[in-house]
Nanobody, 121 residues
């Protein structure tokens, strides 16, 4: 199984920057996708940014040009640098991975416990 430990986040004024990181540990053969989702109060969880093992990325339109996802496969860690933050970026940010336990296994989804990001206006 995969355990995800998130760090970072916090409170920042609009226009500021924050970063979050997530380290994966445990037993797994490979991690295909690592990334971030977020959930604002009263809203559904939504994709922020993910990175595939080969390096391709997907970003929500709302964060393109402001957020940058990166990944260190040697450390099984994914990072999200958030710049030019807006109040609407406020929410709980969840680390996400899609991984295989064994080479022949189907892929499983795992989630971190979430870290709060609050952007004040």
């Amino acid at each position: 199984q995969v355990q995800l430990v998130e760090s970072g986040g916090g409170l920042v004024q609009a226009g500021g920057s924050l970063s979050v990181s997530c380290a994966a540990s445990g037993t797994f053969f490979s991690i295909n996708i690592m990334g971030w989702f977020r959930q604002a109060p009263g809203k559904q969880r939504e994709l922020v940014a993910v990175m595939h093992n080969g390096g391709s990325t997907n970003y929500a339109d709302s964060v393109k040009g402001r957020f940058t996802i990166s990944r260190d496969n040697t450390k099984n860690t994914v990072y999200l640098q958030m710049n030019s933050l807006k109040p609407e970026d406020t929410g709980v940010y969840y680390c996400y991975t899609k991984s295989r336990l064994y080479y022949y296994s189907t892929e499983d989804d795992h989630w971190g416990q979430g870290t709060q990001v609050t952007v004040s206006s």
